[in-house]
Protein backbone atom coordinates (compact mmCIF):
# COMPACT_ATOMS: atom_id res chain seq x y z
CA UNK A 1 0.00 0.00 0.00
CA UNK A 2 0.90 3.44 -0.74
CA UNK A 3 -0.04 7.11 -0.72
CA UNK A 4 -1.35 6.63 -4.28
CA UNK A 5 -3.76 3.79 -3.14
CA UNK A 6 -7.30 4.48 -3.68
CA UNK A 7 -9.99 3.60 -1.24
CA UNK A 8 -13.22 2.51 -1.37
CA UNK A 9 -15.77 5.50 -2.28
CA UNK A 10 -12.89 7.44 -3.49
CA UNK A 11 -13.86 10.09 -5.91
CA UNK A 12 -12.47 9.05 -9.32
CA UNK A 13 -13.17 10.61 -12.93
CA UNK A 14 -13.69 9.41 -16.18
CA UNK A 15 -13.51 11.51 -19.37
CA UNK A 16 -14.68 10.25 -22.66
CA UNK A 17 -18.27 9.02 -22.48
CA UNK A 18 -17.80 6.55 -25.33
CA UNK A 19 -18.02 2.72 -25.83
CA UNK A 20 -15.05 2.30 -23.02
CA UNK A 21 -15.72 5.52 -20.56
CA UNK A 22 -18.99 4.38 -20.53
CA UNK A 23 -18.22 0.64 -19.44
CA UNK A 24 -15.03 2.42 -17.09
CA UNK A 25 -17.54 4.45 -15.26
CA UNK A 26 -19.98 1.63 -14.96
CA UNK A 27 -17.33 -1.10 -13.22
CA UNK A 28 -16.01 1.73 -10.78
CA UNK A 29 -19.54 2.79 -9.67
CA UNK A 30 -20.39 -0.86 -9.29
CA UNK A 31 -17.66 -1.43 -6.68
CA UNK A 32 -18.68 1.55 -4.60
CA UNK A 33 -17.01 4.04 -6.42
CA UNK A 34 -18.22 8.26 -6.94
CA UNK A 35 -17.28 9.05 -10.48
CA UNK A 36 -17.54 11.78 -12.53
CA UNK A 37 -18.02 11.72 -16.28
CA UNK A 38 -16.96 14.06 -18.94
CA UNK A 39 -17.44 14.49 -22.07
CA UNK A 40 -16.51 17.50 -24.47
CA UNK A 41 -19.42 16.53 -26.48
CA UNK A 42 -22.23 18.26 -24.58
CA UNK A 43 -25.29 15.45 -23.21
CA UNK A 44 -22.74 12.82 -24.24
CA UNK A 45 -21.93 11.97 -20.91
CA UNK A 46 -26.08 12.26 -19.75
CA UNK A 47 -26.72 10.14 -22.79
CA UNK A 48 -24.13 7.48 -21.86
CA UNK A 49 -25.80 7.15 -18.14
CA UNK A 50 -29.37 6.84 -19.89
CA UNK A 51 -28.10 3.73 -22.22
CA UNK A 52 -26.49 2.34 -18.44
CA UNK A 53 -29.87 2.85 -17.36
CA UNK A 54 -31.63 0.82 -19.62
CA UNK A 55 -28.89 -2.52 -19.83
CA UNK A 56 -28.62 -2.63 -15.69
CA UNK A 57 -32.81 -2.09 -15.82
CA UNK A 58 -32.08 -5.70 -18.50
CA UNK A 59 -29.83 -7.11 -15.92
CA UNK A 60 -32.20 -6.51 -12.78
CA UNK A 61 -35.20 -7.90 -15.36
CA UNK A 62 -33.12 -11.19 -16.02
CA UNK A 63 -32.71 -11.36 -12.72
CA UNK A 64 -29.09 -10.73 -13.01
CA UNK A 65 -29.05 -7.62 -10.20
CA UNK A 66 -31.22 -6.29 -7.59
CA UNK A 67 -32.89 -3.09 -8.46
CA UNK A 68 -31.45 -1.45 -5.13
CA UNK A 69 -28.11 -2.38 -6.57
CA UNK A 70 -28.82 -0.72 -10.14
CA UNK A 71 -30.00 2.22 -8.48
CA UNK A 72 -27.45 2.77 -5.86
CA UNK A 73 -24.57 2.36 -9.87
CA UNK A 74 -27.00 4.95 -11.37
CA UNK A 75 -26.40 7.62 -8.16
CA UNK A 76 -22.85 6.95 -7.79
CA UNK A 77 -22.24 8.33 -11.85
CA UNK A 78 -22.58 11.75 -11.97
CA UNK A 79 -22.02 13.96 -15.45
CA UNK A 80 -19.54 16.40 -15.14
CA UNK A 81 -20.13 19.47 -16.86
CA UNK A 82 -16.11 20.62 -16.37
CA UNK A 83 -13.28 19.47 -16.52
CA UNK A 84 -12.43 21.90 -13.50
CA UNK A 85 -14.85 19.33 -11.21
CA UNK A 86 -11.75 16.25 -11.75
CA UNK A 87 -10.00 18.75 -9.10
CA UNK A 88 -10.52 16.59 -5.95
CA UNK A 89 -10.17 13.29 -7.93
CA UNK A 90 -7.82 10.48 -6.85
CA UNK A 91 -7.88 9.19 -10.25
CA UNK A 92 -8.78 10.63 -13.53
CA UNK A 93 -9.36 7.90 -16.39
CA UNK A 94 -9.00 9.25 -19.62
CA UNK A 95 -10.71 6.88 -22.52
CA UNK A 96 -11.08 9.79 -25.07
CA UNK A 97 -10.66 9.61 -28.98
CA UNK A 98 -6.93 7.57 -29.92
CA UNK A 99 -5.22 10.86 -30.94
CA UNK A 100 -1.95 11.41 -29.09
CA UNK A 101 -2.18 15.49 -29.75
CA UNK A 102 -5.63 15.84 -28.23
CA UNK A 103 -5.20 12.99 -25.43
CA UNK A 104 -1.53 15.83 -24.83
CA UNK A 105 -3.24 18.45 -24.40
CA UNK A 106 -6.34 16.69 -22.22
CA UNK A 107 -3.07 15.43 -19.98
CA UNK A 108 -1.91 19.01 -20.05
CA UNK A 109 -5.49 20.45 -19.07
CA UNK A 110 -5.94 17.62 -16.03
CA UNK A 111 -2.05 18.48 -14.51
CA UNK A 112 -3.42 22.48 -14.02
CA UNK A 113 -6.62 21.36 -12.12
CA UNK A 114 -5.62 18.08 -10.30
CA UNK A 115 -4.14 17.95 -6.78
CA UNK A 116 -0.24 16.37 -6.54
CA UNK A 117 -1.48 12.37 -4.74
CA UNK A 118 -3.93 12.31 -8.09
CA UNK A 119 -3.11 9.65 -10.12
CA UNK A 120 -3.93 10.27 -14.31
CA UNK A 121 -4.33 6.97 -16.44
CA UNK A 122 -5.16 6.28 -20.39
CA UNK A 123 -6.75 3.47 -21.41
CA UNK A 124 -5.14 4.27 -25.04
CA UNK A 125 -4.91 0.83 -27.16
CA UNK A 126 -1.88 2.12 -29.35
CA UNK A 127 -0.37 5.18 -27.84
CA UNK A 128 3.07 4.62 -26.18
CA UNK A 129 2.66 5.70 -22.11
CA UNK A 130 6.66 6.84 -22.19
CA UNK A 131 5.01 9.14 -25.41
CA UNK A 132 2.06 10.36 -23.62
CA UNK A 133 4.21 11.07 -20.21
CA UNK A 134 6.19 13.34 -22.48
CA UNK A 135 6.09 16.95 -21.72
CA UNK A 136 4.11 16.16 -18.53
CA UNK A 137 5.18 18.19 -15.32
CA UNK A 138 4.87 14.64 -13.57
CA UNK A 139 5.10 11.73 -15.83
CA UNK A 140 5.47 9.65 -13.00
CA UNK A 141 1.99 9.95 -12.08
CA UNK A 142 0.98 8.81 -15.32
CA UNK A 143 0.18 5.15 -15.97
CA UNK A 144 -1.62 2.93 -18.95
CA UNK A 145 -5.13 1.43 -17.83
CA UNK A 146 -6.28 -0.65 -20.63
CA UNK A 147 -9.31 -1.83 -20.25
CA UNK A 148 -10.50 -4.58 -22.77
CA UNK A 149 -14.31 -4.19 -24.66
CA UNK A 150 -16.78 -5.23 -23.61
CA UNK A 151 -15.67 -3.36 -19.88
CA UNK A 152 -18.02 -4.75 -17.36
CA UNK A 153 -17.37 -8.43 -18.71
CA UNK A 154 -14.13 -8.73 -19.56
CA UNK A 155 -12.06 -9.71 -16.57
CA UNK A 156 -8.20 -8.11 -17.78
CA UNK A 157 -7.00 -5.22 -17.35
CA UNK A 158 -3.35 -4.08 -18.68
CA UNK A 159 -1.60 -1.82 -16.32
CA UNK A 160 0.95 -0.14 -18.26
CA UNK A 161 3.98 1.50 -17.04
CA UNK A 162 5.97 4.09 -18.88
CA UNK A 163 9.93 5.00 -18.82
CA UNK A 164 9.21 7.47 -15.98
CA UNK A 165 5.94 5.76 -14.51
CA UNK A 166 5.97 5.74 -10.57
CA UNK A 167 5.98 1.92 -9.40
CA UNK A 168 3.79 2.67 -6.79
CA UNK A 169 1.36 4.39 -9.18
CA UNK A 170 1.56 1.11 -11.16
CA UNK A 171 0.99 -0.82 -8.12
CA UNK A 172 -2.15 1.21 -6.71
CA UNK A 173 -3.57 1.08 -10.49
CA UNK A 174 -3.26 -2.71 -10.36
CA UNK A 175 -4.79 -2.92 -7.02
CA UNK A 176 -7.73 -0.78 -8.33
CA UNK A 177 -8.10 -3.11 -11.25
CA UNK A 178 -8.58 -6.08 -8.65
CA UNK A 179 -11.31 -3.77 -6.54
CA UNK A 180 -13.26 -3.04 -9.65
CA UNK A 181 -13.48 -6.99 -10.13
CA UNK A 182 -11.14 -6.99 -12.93
CA UNK A 183 -7.43 -9.10 -13.07
CA UNK A 184 -4.85 -6.64 -13.56
CA UNK A 185 -1.71 -8.13 -15.52
CA UNK A 186 1.40 -5.68 -15.31
CA UNK A 187 2.65 -4.62 -18.83
CA UNK A 188 6.09 -2.53 -19.99
CA UNK A 189 4.97 -0.10 -22.43
CA UNK A 190 5.78 -1.45 -25.79
CA UNK A 191 4.11 -1.61 -29.51
CA UNK A 192 0.24 -3.73 -28.80
CA UNK A 193 1.38 -4.42 -24.66
CA UNK A 194 0.45 -7.72 -24.48
CA UNK A 195 -2.87 -8.99 -25.82
CA UNK A 196 -2.78 -6.65 -28.78
CA UNK A 197 1.34 -8.00 -29.52
CA UNK A 198 0.52 -11.36 -29.13
CA UNK A 199 -2.35 -11.78 -30.47
CA UNK A 200 -1.19 -10.72 -34.46
CA UNK A 201 -0.37 -13.65 -35.34
CA UNK A 202 -3.70 -15.57 -34.55
CA UNK A 203 -5.17 -12.86 -37.45
CA UNK A 204 -1.62 -13.25 -39.55
CA UNK A 205 -1.55 -16.85 -39.76
CA UNK A 206 -4.92 -17.17 -41.10
CA UNK A 207 -4.28 -14.67 -43.54
CA UNK A 208 -0.96 -16.19 -44.74
CA UNK A 209 -2.64 -19.22 -45.25
CA UNK A 210 -5.53 -17.63 -46.91
CA UNK A 211 -2.90 -15.35 -49.29
CA UNK A 212 -1.52 -18.61 -50.42
CA UNK A 213 -5.30 -19.89 -50.86
CA UNK A 214 -4.65 -23.07 -49.32
CA UNK A 215 -8.07 -22.67 -47.48
CA UNK A 216 -11.27 -20.89 -47.52
CA UNK A 217 -12.16 -18.91 -44.19
CA UNK A 218 -14.78 -21.49 -43.05
CA UNK A 219 -12.27 -24.51 -42.71
CA UNK A 220 -9.49 -22.09 -40.47
CA UNK A 221 -12.40 -21.04 -38.22
CA UNK A 222 -13.24 -24.39 -37.93
CA UNK A 223 -9.60 -26.00 -37.31
CA UNK A 224 -9.17 -23.23 -34.52
CA UNK A 225 -12.42 -23.90 -32.57
CA UNK A 226 -11.65 -27.53 -32.62
CA UNK A 227 -8.44 -26.46 -31.32
CA UNK A 228 -10.82 -24.84 -27.91
CA UNK A 229 -10.95 -21.38 -29.21
CA UNK A 230 -14.33 -19.74 -29.05
CA UNK A 231 -14.22 -17.65 -32.06
CA UNK A 232 -11.97 -19.04 -35.38
CA UNK A 233 -9.59 -15.69 -36.92
CA UNK A 234 -11.75 -15.17 -39.75
CA UNK A 235 -14.99 -14.31 -37.99
CA UNK A 236 -13.48 -12.72 -34.73
CA UNK A 237 -11.95 -10.04 -37.69
CA UNK A 238 -15.50 -9.92 -39.36
CA UNK A 239 -16.28 -8.97 -35.54
CA UNK A 240 -14.03 -6.74 -34.89
CA UNK A 241 -13.91 -4.81 -38.18
CA UNK A 242 -11.58 -4.88 -40.95
CA UNK A 243 -10.76 -1.43 -40.93
CA UNK A 244 -10.14 -1.44 -37.29
CA UNK A 245 -8.08 -4.96 -37.38
CA UNK A 246 -5.84 -3.53 -40.04
CA UNK A 247 -5.33 -0.31 -38.35
CA UNK A 248 -3.97 -2.19 -35.37
CA UNK A 249 -1.55 -4.25 -37.46
CA UNK A 250 -0.33 -1.07 -39.01
CA UNK A 251 0.46 1.01 -35.89
CA UNK A 252 2.03 -2.57 -34.59
CA UNK A 253 4.24 -2.90 -37.84
CA UNK A 254 5.05 1.05 -37.99
CA UNK A 255 6.09 1.04 -34.11
CA UNK A 256 8.52 -2.27 -35.04
CA UNK A 257 9.74 -0.03 -37.36
CA UNK A 258 8.35 -2.52 -40.36
CA UNK A 259 9.35 -5.47 -38.84
CA UNK A 260 7.97 -7.99 -41.48
CA UNK A 261 6.69 -10.37 -38.72
CA UNK A 262 4.36 -8.08 -38.23
CA UNK A 263 3.30 -6.90 -41.35
CA UNK A 264 -0.30 -6.72 -42.55
CA UNK A 265 -1.79 -8.34 -45.27
CA UNK A 266 -3.20 -7.92 -48.81
CA UNK A 267 -6.25 -9.82 -48.22
CA UNK A 268 -7.48 -7.51 -45.91
CA UNK A 269 -6.49 -4.29 -47.12
CA UNK A 270 -8.46 -5.40 -50.51
CA UNK A 271 -11.14 -6.44 -47.67
CA UNK A 272 -11.37 -2.83 -46.25
CA UNK A 273 -10.64 -1.24 -49.94
CA UNK A 274 -14.22 -3.15 -51.09
CA UNK A 275 -15.78 -1.51 -48.31
CA UNK A 276 -16.07 -5.18 -46.95
CA UNK A 277 -16.03 -4.34 -43.22
CA UNK A 278 -16.88 -7.33 -41.60
CA UNK A 279 -20.01 -7.91 -39.66
CA UNK A 280 -21.43 -4.02 -38.93
CA UNK A 281 -20.78 -3.64 -43.40
CA UNK A 282 -23.08 -6.97 -43.70
CA UNK A 283 -19.76 -8.76 -45.94
CA UNK A 284 -16.40 -9.81 -44.90
CA UNK A 285 -15.14 -12.87 -45.05
CA UNK A 286 -19.12 -13.92 -44.62
CA UNK A 287 -21.68 -12.17 -45.86
CA UNK A 288 -24.04 -11.75 -42.61
CA UNK A 289 -28.17 -11.63 -42.65
CA UNK A 290 -29.90 -8.22 -41.20
CA UNK A 291 -29.56 -9.72 -37.51
CA UNK A 292 -25.66 -10.23 -38.23
CA UNK A 293 -26.07 -13.49 -38.47
CA UNK A 294 -23.83 -15.25 -41.27
CA UNK A 295 -25.33 -16.74 -44.21
CA UNK A 296 -23.49 -20.22 -44.57
CA UNK A 297 -23.69 -22.41 -47.16
CA UNK A 298 -24.48 -25.72 -46.53
CA UNK A 299 -21.81 -28.41 -46.08
CA UNK A 300 -21.57 -30.84 -48.03
CA UNK A 301 -22.53 -34.07 -47.03
CA UNK A 302 -19.25 -36.05 -45.36
CA UNK A 303 -18.44 -39.04 -47.24
CA UNK A 304 -19.15 -42.16 -44.52
CA UNK A 305 -16.13 -44.40 -45.93
CA UNK A 306 -14.75 -46.63 -42.60
CA UNK A 307 -10.92 -47.46 -41.94
CA UNK A 308 -10.45 -50.86 -40.86
CA UNK A 309 -7.14 -51.33 -39.16
CA UNK A 310 -4.53 -53.80 -41.29
CA UNK A 311 -4.13 -56.74 -38.76
CA UNK A 312 -0.16 -56.22 -38.97
CA UNK A 313 2.23 -53.38 -39.92
CA UNK A 314 0.85 -50.48 -37.79
CA UNK A 315 3.08 -48.33 -35.87
CA UNK A 316 2.75 -45.49 -34.09
CA UNK A 317 5.15 -42.88 -34.00
CA UNK A 318 6.09 -40.18 -31.32
CA UNK A 319 4.23 -38.93 -28.44
CA UNK A 320 1.19 -36.27 -28.09
CA UNK A 321 -2.27 -36.07 -28.01
CA UNK A 322 -2.83 -37.78 -31.80
CA UNK A 323 -1.10 -40.67 -30.91
CA UNK A 324 -3.23 -41.15 -27.54
CA UNK A 325 -6.11 -40.74 -29.34
CA UNK A 326 -5.68 -43.14 -32.02
CA UNK A 327 -3.54 -45.54 -29.42
CA UNK A 328 -6.49 -45.50 -27.74
CA UNK A 329 -8.97 -46.32 -30.78
CA UNK A 330 -6.84 -49.04 -32.03
CA UNK A 331 -6.62 -51.10 -28.86
CA UNK A 332 -10.36 -51.74 -29.30
CA UNK A 333 -9.37 -53.78 -32.48
CA UNK A 334 -7.63 -56.86 -33.24
CA UNK A 335 -4.95 -55.10 -35.13
CA UNK A 336 -1.48 -55.83 -33.98
CA UNK A 337 0.59 -51.73 -33.15
CA UNK A 338 4.25 -51.51 -32.34
CA UNK A 339 4.50 -47.94 -30.73
CA UNK A 340 7.88 -46.44 -30.90
CA UNK A 341 7.52 -42.81 -28.79
CA UNK A 342 11.18 -41.77 -29.64
CA UNK A 343 10.89 -41.87 -33.38
CA UNK A 344 11.96 -39.02 -35.06
CA UNK A 345 8.61 -38.36 -36.53
CA UNK A 346 4.55 -37.82 -35.13
CA UNK A 347 1.92 -39.58 -36.75
CA UNK A 348 0.58 -43.18 -37.94
CA UNK A 349 2.71 -45.70 -40.50
CA UNK A 350 0.66 -48.63 -41.90
CA UNK A 351 1.68 -50.53 -44.99
CA UNK A 352 -0.35 -48.37 -47.55
CA UNK A 353 1.46 -45.40 -45.89
CA UNK A 354 2.43 -42.22 -43.31
CA UNK A 355 0.23 -40.03 -41.97
CA UNK A 356 2.44 -37.64 -40.13
CA UNK A 357 1.91 -34.52 -37.93
CA UNK A 358 2.99 -31.35 -39.20
CA UNK A 359 6.80 -30.65 -38.18
CA UNK A 360 6.40 -27.15 -40.49
CA UNK A 361 7.52 -29.13 -43.60
CA UNK A 362 5.08 -29.75 -46.50
CA UNK A 363 3.76 -32.89 -47.54
CA UNK A 364 5.43 -32.76 -50.99
CA UNK A 365 8.71 -31.55 -48.77
CA UNK A 366 8.32 -34.80 -47.03
CA UNK A 367 7.65 -36.77 -49.23
CA UNK A 368 10.79 -36.05 -51.65
CA UNK A 369 12.82 -35.99 -48.86
CA UNK A 370 11.73 -39.43 -47.87
CA UNK A 371 11.20 -41.16 -51.09
CA UNK A 372 7.36 -41.87 -50.62
CA UNK A 373 4.49 -40.97 -52.67
CA UNK A 374 2.56 -42.42 -49.60
CA UNK A 375 2.53 -39.54 -47.56
CA UNK A 376 0.08 -37.00 -46.00
CA UNK A 377 0.66 -34.49 -43.67
CA UNK A 378 -2.18 -33.31 -40.63
CA UNK A 379 -2.30 -30.55 -38.15
CA UNK A 380 -1.69 -30.49 -34.44
CA UNK A 381 -3.98 -32.09 -32.21
CA UNK A 382 -4.33 -29.79 -29.77
CA UNK A 383 -6.40 -31.09 -27.27
CA UNK A 384 -6.81 -34.23 -25.92
CA UNK A 385 -10.44 -34.58 -26.76
CA UNK A 386 -11.03 -32.23 -29.34
CA UNK A 387 -13.17 -29.41 -29.30
CA UNK A 388 -16.24 -28.16 -31.59
CA UNK A 389 -16.86 -29.94 -34.64
CA UNK A 390 -13.22 -31.70 -34.06
CA UNK A 391 -12.64 -30.68 -37.69
CA UNK A 392 -8.55 -31.49 -38.25
CA UNK A 393 -6.62 -30.54 -41.39
CA UNK A 394 -4.87 -32.52 -43.30
CA UNK A 395 -2.82 -32.44 -47.10
CA UNK A 396 -1.28 -34.62 -49.12
CA UNK A 397 0.92 -33.17 -52.51
CA UNK A 398 1.17 -36.05 -55.04
CA UNK A 399 0.23 -38.68 -52.94
CA UNK A 400 -1.26 -42.19 -54.63
CA UNK A 401 -5.17 -41.72 -55.11
CA UNK A 402 -5.31 -44.97 -52.35
CA UNK A 403 -3.29 -43.33 -49.66
CA UNK A 404 -5.49 -39.83 -50.26
CA UNK A 405 -8.73 -41.94 -49.99
CA UNK A 406 -7.34 -43.92 -46.62
CA UNK A 407 -5.79 -40.47 -45.00
CA UNK A 408 -9.79 -39.06 -44.44
CA UNK A 409 -10.94 -42.48 -43.65
CA UNK A 410 -8.08 -43.09 -40.59
CA UNK A 411 -8.41 -39.25 -39.23
CA UNK A 412 -12.26 -40.87 -38.97
CA UNK A 413 -11.26 -43.21 -37.49
CA UNK A 414 -9.61 -41.25 -34.65
CA UNK A 415 -12.54 -39.26 -33.94
CA UNK A 416 -11.71 -36.56 -35.80
CA UNK A 417 -13.64 -34.73 -38.98
CA UNK A 418 -10.93 -34.56 -41.94
CA UNK A 419 -10.87 -30.80 -43.10
CA UNK A 420 -8.40 -31.42 -46.34
CA UNK A 421 -6.76 -28.28 -47.06
CA UNK A 422 -4.38 -27.21 -50.07
CA UNK A 423 -0.32 -28.31 -48.71
CA UNK A 424 0.41 -24.94 -46.62
CA UNK A 425 3.52 -25.34 -44.09
CA UNK A 426 2.71 -25.54 -40.82
CA UNK A 427 -1.72 -26.21 -41.74
CA UNK A 428 -3.51 -24.11 -39.77
CA UNK A 429 -3.40 -25.06 -35.99
CA UNK A 430 0.42 -25.60 -35.18
CA UNK A 431 1.74 -22.64 -37.37
CA UNK A 432 -0.79 -20.39 -35.89
CA UNK A 433 0.05 -22.08 -31.64
CA UNK A 434 4.15 -21.91 -32.63
CA UNK A 435 3.43 -18.45 -33.54
CA UNK A 436 1.87 -17.32 -30.78
CA UNK A 437 4.16 -19.06 -28.47
CA UNK A 438 6.99 -17.39 -30.28
CA UNK A 439 5.68 -14.12 -29.66
CA UNK A 440 5.33 -14.56 -26.24
CA UNK A 441 8.45 -15.80 -25.97
CA UNK A 442 9.82 -12.55 -27.56
CA UNK A 443 7.42 -10.47 -24.90
CA UNK A 444 8.79 -12.09 -21.62
CA UNK A 445 12.16 -11.53 -23.51
CA UNK A 446 11.66 -7.70 -23.81
CA UNK A 447 10.63 -7.71 -20.26
CA UNK A 448 7.12 -6.69 -21.67
CA UNK A 449 5.61 -9.44 -19.14
CA UNK A 450 5.88 -12.33 -17.26
CA UNK A 451 4.71 -15.52 -18.44
CA UNK A 452 2.02 -16.22 -16.23
CA UNK A 453 1.19 -12.49 -16.77
CA UNK A 454 0.79 -13.49 -20.70
CA UNK A 455 -1.19 -16.68 -20.06
CA UNK A 456 -3.24 -14.49 -18.26
CA UNK A 457 -4.04 -11.87 -20.55
CA UNK A 458 -4.75 -14.14 -23.31
CA UNK A 459 -7.23 -16.04 -21.65
CA UNK A 460 -8.87 -12.90 -19.92
CA UNK A 461 -8.26 -10.82 -22.66
CA UNK A 462 -8.80 -12.77 -25.76
CA UNK A 463 -10.54 -15.34 -24.71
CA UNK A 464 -7.90 -18.28 -25.37
CA UNK A 465 -8.68 -21.36 -24.14
CA UNK A 466 -5.17 -21.55 -22.87
CA UNK A 467 -1.97 -19.41 -22.50
CA UNK A 468 1.20 -19.24 -24.77
CA UNK A 469 3.29 -21.02 -21.89
CA UNK A 470 0.88 -23.19 -21.01
CA UNK A 471 1.02 -24.78 -24.74
CA UNK A 472 4.93 -24.28 -25.08
CA UNK A 473 5.01 -26.80 -21.68
CA UNK A 474 2.76 -29.33 -23.27
CA UNK A 475 4.39 -29.38 -26.70
CA UNK A 476 7.62 -29.15 -26.08
CA UNK A 477 10.14 -26.14 -27.17
CA UNK A 478 12.14 -28.71 -29.34
CA UNK A 479 9.05 -29.20 -31.38
CA UNK A 480 7.59 -25.57 -32.10
CA UNK A 481 11.58 -24.82 -32.51
CA UNK A 482 11.88 -27.19 -35.24
CA UNK A 483 8.17 -26.53 -36.62
CA UNK A 484 9.50 -22.38 -36.46
CA UNK A 485 12.87 -23.20 -38.22
CA UNK A 486 10.42 -25.30 -40.82
CA UNK A 487 8.54 -22.50 -41.59
CA UNK A 488 11.24 -20.39 -42.12
CA UNK A 489 13.50 -21.92 -44.28
CA UNK A 490 10.31 -22.56 -46.46
CA UNK A 491 8.85 -18.79 -46.42
CA UNK A 492 13.05 -16.93 -46.04
CA UNK A 493 11.84 -14.25 -44.61
CA UNK A 494 11.53 -12.37 -40.98
CA UNK A 495 8.20 -13.49 -40.26
CA UNK A 496 9.35 -16.93 -38.87
CA UNK A 497 12.79 -16.27 -37.09
CA UNK A 498 12.36 -17.78 -33.87
CA UNK A 499 12.66 -15.97 -30.69
CA UNK A 500 16.25 -16.29 -28.52
CA UNK A 501 14.29 -16.97 -25.72
CA UNK A 502 12.14 -19.76 -27.12
CA UNK A 503 15.41 -21.28 -29.05
CA UNK A 504 17.23 -20.75 -25.86
CA UNK A 505 15.23 -23.22 -24.04
CA UNK A 506 16.15 -26.07 -26.25
CA UNK A 507 18.74 -26.08 -25.11
CA UNK A 508 18.16 -26.16 -21.32
P1 LIG B 1 -15.61 6.33 -28.53
O1 LIG B 1 -15.50 7.04 -29.82
O2 LIG B 1 -16.75 5.41 -28.29
O3 LIG B 1 -15.62 7.41 -27.33
C1 LIG B 1 -14.73 8.48 -27.22
C2 LIG B 1 -15.42 9.61 -26.49
O4 LIG B 1 -14.44 10.59 -26.15
C3 LIG B 1 -16.48 10.33 -27.34
O5 LIG B 1 -17.69 10.38 -26.62
C4 LIG B 1 -15.91 11.73 -27.57
O6 LIG B 1 -16.90 12.74 -27.59
C5 LIG B 1 -15.01 11.88 -26.35
N1 LIG B 1 -13.91 12.83 -26.54
C6 LIG B 1 -13.12 12.98 -27.63
N2 LIG B 1 -12.18 13.92 -27.39
C7 LIG B 1 -12.40 14.39 -26.12
C8 LIG B 1 -11.76 15.35 -25.30
N3 LIG B 1 -10.71 16.04 -25.73
N4 LIG B 1 -12.23 15.54 -24.05
C9 LIG B 1 -13.29 14.84 -23.60
N5 LIG B 1 -13.96 13.91 -24.34
C10 LIG B 1 -13.51 13.69 -25.58
O7 LIG B 1 -14.21 5.59 -28.33
P2 LIG B 1 -13.89 4.27 -27.47
O8 LIG B 1 -14.02 3.09 -28.34
O9 LIG B 1 -14.62 4.34 -26.18
O10 LIG B 1 -12.31 4.45 -27.22
C11 LIG B 1 -11.82 5.35 -26.28
C12 LIG B 1 -10.38 5.01 -25.94
O11 LIG B 1 -10.31 3.67 -25.47
C13 LIG B 1 -9.40 5.09 -27.12
O12 LIG B 1 -8.17 5.54 -26.62
C14 LIG B 1 -9.32 3.65 -27.59
O13 LIG B 1 -8.12 3.36 -28.26
C15 LIG B 1 -9.38 2.93 -26.27
N6 LIG B 1 -9.84 1.53 -26.34
C16 LIG B 1 -10.88 1.18 -27.15
C17 LIG B 1 -11.31 -0.14 -27.21
C18 LIG B 1 -12.45 -0.54 -28.09
O14 LIG B 1 -12.65 -1.75 -28.30
N7 LIG B 1 -13.24 0.39 -28.59
C19 LIG B 1 -10.63 -1.19 -26.42
C20 LIG B 1 -9.60 -0.70 -25.54
C21 LIG B 1 -9.21 0.61 -25.53
Known amino acids: ?39 KREGAAADALGKLRQQLAKLVERGRMDAAQAEQTLGR ?16 IEAIVEDAAIKHDLLASLEGIVQSGCILASNTSSISITALANGMRHPERLVGMHFFNPVPAMRLVEVVSGLKTDARVAAAVERLGARWGKTPVHARSTPGFIVNRIARPFYAEALNVLTERAAVPADIDRCLRAAGFRMGPC ?18 FAANYSDRRFGPSLVQQELVDGGLLGRKSGEGFYRYDTQQRIIAPPAPPEPATDWTP ?49 DGRTAAQLAHECRTPCLAVCDLALLSTPGQDAALAWAAANATPAWRAEVPALLRFGGWVPVQTGDVAGLIVARTIAMLINEACDAVLQGVCTEDGADTAMQLGANYPDGPFHWL ?24 RVSPALRTRTYL
Not at 8 to 16: F, L, N, Y
Not at 319 to 324: A, D, K, L
Open 473 to 496: RHWGAGAVVALLDHLDAHYRGERY
Open 77 to 92: IQPAQDLAQAAGCRIV
Open 310 to 358: PPDGIVLHGQGHFIERLAAQLAATAAHVEHRPGSGWTGIETPQGQLRVT
Open 1 to 39: MSAFDIAPGAQVCVIGAGLMGAGIAQIAAQAGDAVLLYD
Open 235 to 252: ELMDLIGHDTNLAVTRSV
